[in-house]
């Protein structure tokens, strides 16, 4: 099969959004071919799937600065597109891949786009859990998502990056905006411009990413256009995608007595807010947002309503009781981190820990 490449130009985010999830709901019906899309977006932040807008933009700084905010389909972090960054995108059948992993999967992509990297001169590799690096610096983050047996995976390509405003967006502590917190942030990303001295062509970036791709998949592959399909599609479903349903109400931050924590591990990081009946000893409520990846995306709202009403004393039980029937997929993200994410913010709540938002 000969996989179809297109460029699908700057776009705002909830036009690129929707063509994401149009051209994989297309994948997953058979209507189009495997496809390399190259794309950029108009200036915004981006929070992931699973993510709390609330909880990871500084939304005062962003309307104050022009800069529109929205969700992608797939998880992971919040990230910050300035006009340069350069989007690349994979949509194909699973089948494609012959039993991989979702872990597998995500090193074999980057892997090609780290060849296409190095192509231009510049020496990135993949670095777990979803990252491609260049001497320890990530230079593009990704993540994915599948439907059916078609998948998603995408990551973003640093052209040339204003960390300044990336930290005045993204809502992280204010100690990080002095003079050592920006050199810090700068000495943990690297972009194309910073690598090799100038910016290149579009262009010329499409050509040398979609060789590496090429040549790591074993694949054949020619420029083509969105068919009409595809477009009528977009126009349908783009207002959804910048919709406050979309964009703000698809997770929460819940009520005045939720108690917040943040567990990190190896499969990303939780936000956990839980609801707490200490009297009795009682979960009525937990939420967990936060920079991770899974597959199917809804387990996480299954295990929420299932934790409803849970003895405290049962919890643990509880989450491994849940998942011994589910499968899904992850990267590096284990049933007991669940387990151990909401179990560590229970004990602040029963200690009376100040609550975090």
């Not at 491609?132 to 995976?153: D, P, Q, R, W």
């Not at 050199?183 to 010329?204: N, Q």
Request: some cysteine; hydrophobic content about 40%.
């Amino acid at each position: 099969m000969v996989w179809r490449v297109v460029y699908t130009g700057q776009r705002p985010h909830y036009e690129n959004i929707a063509l994401d999830r149009v051209m994989l709901e297309l994948r997953a019906e058979g209507k189009i071919p495997n496809t390399v899309r190259f794309l950029k977006f108009k200036e915004c932040v981006l929070v992931g799937y699973h993510q709390s807008v609330e909880q990871e933009v500084r939304l005062s700084y962003a309307r104050e600065a022009g800069v529109d905010v929205g969700r992608r389909i797939t998880g992971g972090g919040a990230i910050y597109f300035d006009q340069t960054q350069i989007g690349w995108e994979i949509v194909a059948d699973r089948s494609f891949f012959k039993g991989l992993s979702f872990e597998e999967i995500t090193q074999r992509i980057c892997n090609g786009v780290a060849r296409g990297l190095r192509k231009m001169g510049i020496d990135a590799h993949f670095r777990p859990r979803n990252d491609i690096e260049v001497k320890g610096k990530k230079i593009s983050g990704t993540g994915g998502v599948f439907e059916g047996n078609a998948f998603l995976y995408q990551g973003t390509l640093l052209m040339d990056f204003d960390v300044v405003k990336m930290l005045k967006l993204l809502n992280i502590p204010i100690e990080k905006l002095t003079d050592k917190g920006i050199r810090e942030a700068r000495e943990r990303v690297s972009w194309v411009k910073r690598e090799i001295g100038f910016l290149p062509k579009e262009e010329e970036v499409f050509k040398h990413l979609l060789e590496g791709i090429k040549e790591e998949l074993n694949i054949k592959a020619l420029w083509g256009e969105l068919t009409e399909e595809e477009l009528r599609a977009l126009e349908e479903r783009k207002n959804y995608y910048k919709s406050k349903e979309w964009v703000f109400g698809l997770r929460k931050t819940g009520g005045e007595n939720l108690y917040w924590g943040i567990y990190r591990c190896r499969g990303g990081t939780l936000r956990v807010g839980v609801n707490l009946d200490r009297s009795r000893g009682v979960l009525q409520e937990v939420i967990i947002n936060g920079d991770l990846f899974i597959n199917p995306q809804r387990i996480i709202y299954d295990l929420e309503s299932y934790l409803k009403h849970t003895p405290v004393d049962d919890l643990r039980e509880r989450v491994f009781d849940f998942f011994k029937d589910k499968e899904f997929e992850s990267l590096n993200l284990k049933v007991e981190d669940f387990a151990n994410a909401i179990e560590e913010v229970v004990r602040k709540a029963l200690t009376g820990v100040e609550k975090k938002r």
